[in-house]
């Protein structure tokens, strides 16, 4: 690996988004989904599911003070298996002293403090970071001695903590608690929950390692391995580094440590091991030997992120040809057209090769989330367009179809296909919804959506020491710091609507370096234009190298046509039929647009130049919708079934909006792909 090419996020402090697609994103987010999430973490939500989330903070807090103040060993409750959810059986009475919701609730608490220190950090807000302050005081409260924190153990019993490694979402919790203080000490400068994070992370590098006398274990659910990445690279602690890298690479080894741990707890509850399905849990054999994305696919996008992660920190060049490996699977056999991963409900997971069903997807928003996450780490190695193109793909289109255009309700699933009688009446499809709903039980997706919005500008920007990389044309400004001096990279683009953008650059002296702009795969021939610096072009991105003056300019013309697409034949669903996208935005028919009856319509004219790109006032915010040339089948009498015949069609122009956009305009039918 040419680790000259190896980059990073810049700090939070240096980019800023100031205008346009994106902007307008952050603010929902910063305006209507932190305060949101607040009340529903707090359960003040009425007609939402309650998290029972910072409930249990204070439930745990409760047990440390107690056993503070009275000076005695901690003997917390016998612990009693509740299964994955608890409810109370009166859920408006709930019971004093006991654990709610699903065991992974803390993580809703982390995910909701990550975004606040990414929005805070673009838009200062001392009532918002007071709020955060008071939080951060109840969670840390909860926090044990020994440094560990997760309120499911600490309530019910911490004599079964660490007995479910498969199941149980420890290190889950844990690694999104060191996400979210990362994030929040590197906004605010404030380490409290960073310090209660170093500690849980000390305590699990105490406990878990090739040592003798530690835990062979890893986690069930994967994110602690690139949380912890994050947390060596603020800290500078390398056994963080090490943890993340022992936790990659002990995954599925033999003995398989989910098969001992299950063996474990059969014997003690005096009944027979049950058979898991280690593929759900990418731990079937060692990570550099997988070859396939297998399973749930939330935790396989974040496990192969964390693989990256350590890949480049160890410049581990068998463990990134895995994760190369491994983006093949995903990116060539089993990704959706709109950058949506995870082909059946069944176990959320990845599919076989080629089974992308439409109607029945499951594509969970966190899923194309870790999906960018993953892409990211694979262009901080390696700075090729292709990794970017899919970055971008999942982003305009699944992670923001997750979240209503008003960002008052989500969607957990994200189908390409849905008829809301279906939805409602046939039971295969019970996942499937046909509007976004205000909460869930279990609210990964929100959250999630809420964090990765509000830290575009680390996705847009990578930096190293003599190259600023460009990965989206998101308008705002960078600042770079070169070796002789730094620079500023004032950023507009009319992206995702317009195929044009510009950078200009502002520096107080000269200053050498490169900068690097990425040229996206939809754009057929994209040209950059910039006097007197030196271009190659590799892997999809343009390196202008060169001594940078105030006022010098790159521009970037990236044709952005329509294009019309079929699948690969083994995408049987897809037989026959066609999709549109245009930039980095796929596109959909719904019904408010095309009536109902959408398998009725037929796309008549292939060519993309008669296919007319209209503004599209129709939303809150300006978009574009694409006219298509088409017809629509008559129905004809007969009964059920009769003499085959020609159909008889009729001629019509199909409306096509933004993916992302559907469902904002009440209950309706929607198809990404159309009959030809
Ligand atoms: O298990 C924790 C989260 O809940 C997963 O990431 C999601 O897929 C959902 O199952
Ligand atoms: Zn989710």
């Known amino acids: 690996m040419d680790n000259r090419f190896f980059s990073k996020p810049l700090a939070f402090e240096n980019v800023t988004i100031s205008d346009g697609f994106w902007k307008r994103n952050m603010e929902l987010v910063r305006k209507e989904v932190i305060p949101y999430q607040w009340e529903t973490l707090n359960d003040r939500v009425p007609d939402a599911a309650p998290s029972w989330c910072m409930r249990n903070f204070r439930t745990a807090a409760a047990l440390q003070a107690e056993k503070k103040e009275k000076g005695e060993a901690f003997v917390p409750p016998k612990y009693v298996w509740r299964g994955f959810e608890a409810l109370p059986e009166d859920p408006s009475n709930p019971e004093e002293g006991r654990f709610y919701g699903f065991l992974f609730q803390d993580s809703d608490f982390s995910k909701w403090i990550e975004a606040v220190g990414y929005s805070l950090s673009q838009h200062p807000d001392p009532e918002l970071e007071k709020i955060a302050d008071g939080a951060i005081d109840i969670v840390c409260a909860a926090q044990m ?105 002990e995954r599925g080894q033999a003995p398989n440590y989910f098969e001992q741990e299950e063996a474990v707890r059969a014997q003690s509850e005096g009944r027979p091991a049950r058979h898991a399905n280690l593929y759900y849990y990418q731990a079937e054999k060692p990570v550099r030997e997988q070859d396939e994305a297998h399973g749930h696919a939330v935790r396989a996008v974040y496990l192969y992120s964390g693989m990256a992660d350590v890949a480049r920190m160890l410049n581990d060049e068998s463990l990134f040809n895995a994760c190369k490996q491994l983006w093949h699977s995903i990116a060539d056999e089993k990704l959706y057209i709109t950058g949506g991963i995870g082909g059946t409900h069944i176990g959320e997971s990845f599919s076989y090769p080629f089974d992308l069903p439409n109607d029945s997807a499951y594509s969970e928003t966190c899923a194309a989330i870790g999906l960018v996450f993953f892409a990211r780490r694979m262009l901080q190695i390696s700075p090729d367009s292709r990794y970017a193109d899919v970055m971008e793909q999942a982003l305009y289109n699944t992670v923001l179809s997750g979240m209503a255009l008003d960002g008052k309700s989500f969607f957990y699933v994200n189908p390409l296909s849905v008829n809301p009688v279906a939805c409602k009446r046939d039971e295969r499809l019970q996942h499937v919804k046909h509007v976004r709903q205000k909460w869930f039980g279990c609210a990964c997706c929100p959250p999630n959506i809420a964090r990765l919005t509000s830290s575009v500008a680390q996705y847009a920007y990578t930096e190293n020491e003599d190259t600023l990389f460009t990965h989206l044309y998101t308008a705002g400004s960078v600042r770079k710091q070169f070796a002789d001096g730094t620079l500023t990279m004032e950023m507009v683009s009319g992206i995702p609507w317009k195929g044009n953008a510009k950078a200009v650059i502002h520096a107080d002296a000269p200053v050498k370096g490169t900068l690097a702009f990425r040229l996206p795969g939809w754009s057929d021939q994209p040209a950059v234009r910039c006097e007197g610096k030196q271009q190659t072009v590799k892997n999809g991105y343009a390196y202008l190298t060169g001594e940078w003056r105030e006022g010098d300019a790159v521009e970037l013309c990236m044709p952005m046509p329509v294009r019309i697409w079929n699948a690969d034949e083994r995408v049987r669903e897809n037989i026959g039929q066609v999709a549109f996208t245009r930039g980095p935005v796929t596109f959909c028919a719904e019904q408010a647009d095309n009536g109902e009856n959408l398998h009725l319509l037929r796309v008549s004219d292939l060519d993309p130049a008669h296919v007319t790109v209209e503004t599209d006032e129709t939303f809150a915010h300006s978009t574009v919708r694409l006219i298509v040339n088409g017809k629509r089948v008559v129905p004809q009498a007969g009964g059920l079934y009769r003499a085959a015949a020609a159909p008889v069609m009729e001629d019509i122009r199909i409306v096509l909006v933004p993916y992302y956009a559907w469902a904002n305009r009440g209950e309706g039918e929607m198809t990404v792909w159309l009959r030809n």
């Open 145 to 249: 001695d020994d440094g560990y924190l997760d309120t499911y153990y600490i309530i019910n019993g911490m004599d079964a903590a660490w007995t479910n490694m498969r199941d149980n979402h420890e290190l889950y919790c844990f690694g999104h608690l060191v996400e979210g203080a990362v994030a929040y000490y590197q906004a605010t400068g404030k380490d409290k929950l960073l310090n209660a994070a170093c500690r849980f992370a000390d305590y699990v590098d105490a406990h878990f390692g090739r040592e003798e006398g530690k835990r062979r274990g890893y986690p069930g659910h994967e994110v602690a391995e690139m949380a912890l990445v994050r947390l060596y690279e603020v800290t500078g602690e390398e056994k963080y580094l090490k943890l993340a890298a022992y936790f990659v690479n």
